[in-house]
T-cell receptor
């Protein structure tokens, strides 16, 4: 069965303090590693897809990287509006299996 | 608004009652998913439709749960004889076979509270 583990569970950052979130996974036949952002009371919002080890994707202050067993989401110089829960998911067939997420709080 | 729409947004019911949630996907999307999310957890897959065909149903879905997608348009998720453990956010998502693989468009969810 696919397993996705995210760490830490929660992360409190000062504005401008860069950090990284980890997603480790076990899946047979990986067909993609995905990052989503979820704001309180809302559905998840797609951020990135990564397909192969060594691949990187960037969007504003976020950068996602992928190795054979884990992915990292780097947040560079975060702002309060980056506060959210970041979810990692893997796809082995047609459905996504999500981790529990990392809740990031950025203080001004 | 052309996003995924879910109704009702909130539902409070007593144990043993039946509830039904509706999802209207993005119009050109042929794939539709139902997920369940509890506090502090990520979304858990419940079921998946491609057009009107229900192609997969999770082991999490007991016989009390049923989902339909008539004519491949909107979908309904019905929970019969609700239990307190059914309290959760029920998320609907849709996607297109022509879009980015794994890019699901989620609705804002239907929050169920079973008293």
């Amino acid at each position: 069965e696919d397993q996705v583990t995210q760490s830490p569970e929660a992360l409190r950052l000062q504005e401008g303090e860069s950090s990284s979130l980890n997603c480790s996974y076990t899946v047979s036949g990986l067909r993609g590693l995905f990052w989503y952002r979820q704001d309180p009371g809302k559905g998840p919002e797609f951020l990135f897809t990564l397909y192969s080890a060594g691949e990187e994707k960037e969007k504003e202050r976020l950068k996602a990287t992928l190795t054979k067993k884990e992915s990292f989401l780097h947040i560079t110089a975060p702002k309060p509006e980056d506060s959210a829960t970041y979810l990692c998911a893997v796809k082995a067939d047609y459905k996504l299996s999500f981790g529990a997420g990392t809740t990031v709080t950025v203080r001004a | 608004d052309t996003g995924v729409s879910q109704n009702p947004r909130h539902k409070i019911t007593k144990r043993g009652q039946n509830v039904t949630f509706r999802c209207d996907p993005i119009s050109e999307h042929n794939r539709l998913y139902w997920y369940r999310q509890t506090l502090g957890q990520g979304p858990e897959f419940l079921t998946y439709f491609q057009n009107e065909a229900q192609l997969e149903k999770s082991r999490l879905l007991s016989d009390r749960f049923s989902a339909e997608r008539p004519k491949g348009s909107f979908s309904t998720l019905e929970i019969q004889r609700t239990e307190q453990g059914d309290s959760a956010m029920y998320l609907c998502a849709s996607s297109s076979t022509r879009g980015v693989s794994g890019e699901l468009f989620f609705g804002e969810g239907s929050r169920l509270t079973v008293l």
